[in-house]
């Protein structure tokens, strides 16, 4: 069964900085694209960053690029989102997701929630001064 648990969110000020962690169970890392959204409220989900299968490639939202970075620890079964500078705007509840699109490569499934089809229960992040 596959799974996806979240943490790491928390309430910060404008500026600071959060790690959020995607931990996995019950497939490989290898096997599947790990991507995460953003639910804000009375917004529609935004894809915000996703690393391929591969683990090598990753793409971002225009918004977070420079900003959020994603890295993967294989032997921890778990994907983070390193997110700097934070802002107001930044505010939502975060969800890992996983894709089987691209499988074993390194290509990256668009952002979109219909490329995943696994997700996890979201963190808050609520960045407010």
């Known amino acids: 069964q596959l799974q996806l648990v979240e943490s790491g969110g928390g309430l910060v000020q404008p500026g600071d900085s959060l790690r959020l962690a995607c931990e996995v169970s019950?497939?490989?890392?290898?096997?599947?694209?790990i991507g995460w959204f953003r639910q804000a409220p009375g917004k529609e989900s935004e894809g915000i960053a996703c690393i391929s299968s591969s683990g090598d490639s990753t793409a971002y939202l225009d918004s977070a690029k420079g900003r959020f970075a994603l890295s993967r620890d294989n032997a921890k079964h778990t994907v983070y989102l390193q997110m700097n500078s934070l802002k107001a705007e930044d505010t939502g509840a975060y969800y890992c997701?996983?894709?089987?699109?691209?499988?074993?490569?390194?290509?990256?499934?668009?952002?979109?929630?219909?490329?995943?089809?696994?997700w996890g229960q979201g963190t808050q992040v609520t960045v407010s001064s």
């Open positions: 019950g497939f490989s890392l290898d096997w599947y694209a």
């Open positions: 997701a996983a894709s089987s699109l691209g499988f074993q490569t390194r290509d990256v499934p668009t952002l979109l929630p219909s490329n995943f089809a696994n």
